[in-house]
């Protein structure tokens, strides 16, 4: 296997991970790797990495956090970003509880786009995830998300079903499901979706 998916990481994973984003994203925008590893020393359950085997390094990642009612409502509202929240507004998933999530961050590195293998595994990481948090207890009600970029915006609108919303004042896209009901759909139907994408490309 020349890919491996990751859930616990160590510095230099966030360095790999700070260089693949900023190929994609305005630098004012990316989490620093050490907000981000602060991030994950509150709440490990946030990030799932791709890791080339064969040259050790990690080549893509999502990012997932917890909101709060208040945090999501404030994000809709574009009064919120997800470098403004810090280890102490983050929060922790605990069993029985609900949460909203922001779909923070995909990104792949560039070398890498075009071997379909490493989106799929991102996918059935996510999918594992938030399945094992729902196995827990944890529930969401929604979720949401900004596209910066035309690429994102088709992933969000495609992988995610997440609907558009609203511009922000830099004149990104706001995304989020209609209802919880929505949320569950989707993640029913997500492994059913990863399977349709690996049998369009052969994988």
Not at 89 to 109: Q, V
Not at 114 to 127: A, I, P, Q, Y
Request: charged fraction near 25%.
């Amino acid at each position: 296997m020349k890919y491996r998916i990751e859930y616990t990481h160590i510095y230099q994973d966030f360095i790999d991970i700070w260089n693949i984003e900023n190929n994609y994203l305005n630098p004012s925008s990316i989490t620093s790797i050490e907000q981000t590893i602060k991030w994950n020393k509150k709440n490990r359950h946030i990030h799932i990495f791709i890791r080339d085997i064969l040259k050790n390094k990690i080549i893509g990642e999502i990012t997932i956090l917890p909101l709060s009612k208040n945090q999501f409502h404030r994000f809709m509202l574009n009064e919120l970003e997800d470098t403004e929240i810090n280890e102490y507004t983050l929060l922790n998933f605990k069993s029985n509880s609900t949460y909203y999530l922001l779909f923070s961050t995909i990104a792949i590195d560039p070398k890498y786009k075009s071997d379909k293998r490493v989106l799929s595994l991102l996918l059935k990481g996510l999918n594992n995830k938030l399945h094992n948090l729902l196995n827990n207890g944890i529930q969401f009600l929604n979720m949401c998300a900004e596209g910066q970029t035309l690429e994102g915006q088709k992933f969000i609108e495609g992988f995610l079903d997440l609907k558009f919303n609203k511009f922000t004042k830099e004149g990104y896209k706001l995304y989020c499901f209609n209802s919880p009901n929505d949320f569950t759909k989707w993640l029913t139907n997500l492994s059913t979706y990863i399977e349709t994408y690996n049998k369009n490309n052969n994988l």
